[in-house]
């Protein structure tokens, strides 16, 4: 079965200092990763996706994340934390055998960043 | 505005009741899904539309649940019969054709209360 497992449930960082937060997977065939963020009151967002090729992907914001294959990880990441990025993130899989490509969501994280 | 729109954006209903939810996808998005999710979880996987065919639902989807895509474009969600565990945020999302390597676009979900 698919799953994704998001190990903190929440993230704490002062703005300016580089965020991690983690995400790993497990899947049946090569995956596709994508990481959301939600704010109150509002829908996800797309932030990036790993489809294939580079293992480190560039999207908005100025996040990123690298899809690290033997250990099943896709972190999120950036240089330098804003208040503004504080949220909820979600990271989903899907794999390319499911016809549906219907998304597995992790259980999220809640990031904070303090002033 | 061009994204998904969910209506209504809250409901409060009471235990026993039938609520029905509206989503109207990004236009040209053939592919639809619907999603719940729970206070502290990521989105779960309802059911799948292409086009007008429902091709997908989870088992998380009872008997009383039921949702339509009669002409292809918009969606909509049932709910017979309620009961205070259906209490949830209902998210509707799409993707276009090439759906294999785009990312789903999300509305702002609908928030079911039942009392």
């Known amino acids: 079965a698919q799953s994704v497992a998001q190990p903190e449930d929440q993230v704490n960082v002062a703005e300016g200092n580089p965020l991690t937060v983690k995400c790993t997977y497990s899947v049946s065939g090569n995956p596709y990763l994508f990481w959301y963020v939600q704010y109150p009151n509002r829908g996800l967002q797309f932030l990036l996706k790993?489809?294939?090729?580079?293992?480190l992907v560039k999207g908005s914001y100025g996040f990123e994340a690298e899809f690290n294959k033997s250990q099943t990880s896709f972190h999120l990441k950036k240089p330098s934390a804003l208040v503004s990025d504080s949220a909820l993130y979600f990271c989903?899989?899907?794999?390319?055998?499911?016809?549906?490509?219907?998304?597995?969501f992790g259980s999220g994280t809640r990031l904070l960043v303090r002033p | 505005d061009t994204g998904v729109s969910q209506n209504p954006r809250h409901k409060i209903t009471k235990r026993g009741q039938n609520v029905t939810f509206r989503c109207d996808p990004i236009s040209e998005h053939n592919r639809l899904y619907w999603y719940r999710q729970t206070l502290g979880q990521g989105p779960e996987f309802l059911t799948y539309f292409q086009n007008e065919a429902q091709l997908e639902k989870s088992r998380l989807l009872s008997d009383r649940f039921s949702a339509e895509r009669p002409k292809g474009s918009f969606s909509t969600l049932e709910i017979q019969r309620t009961e205070q565990g259906d209490s949830a945020m209902y998210l509707c999302?799409?993707?276009?054709?090439?759906?294999?390597?785009?990312?789903?676009?999300f509305g702002p979900g609908t928030r079911l209360t039942v009392l």
């Open positions: 790993y489809i294939t090729g580079d293992n």
């Open positions: 989903a899989v899907r794999t390319r055998m499911d016809s549906s490509y219907k998304l597995i």
């Open positions: 999302a799409s993707s276009p054709p090439d759906a294999a390597v785009n990312e789903q676009f």
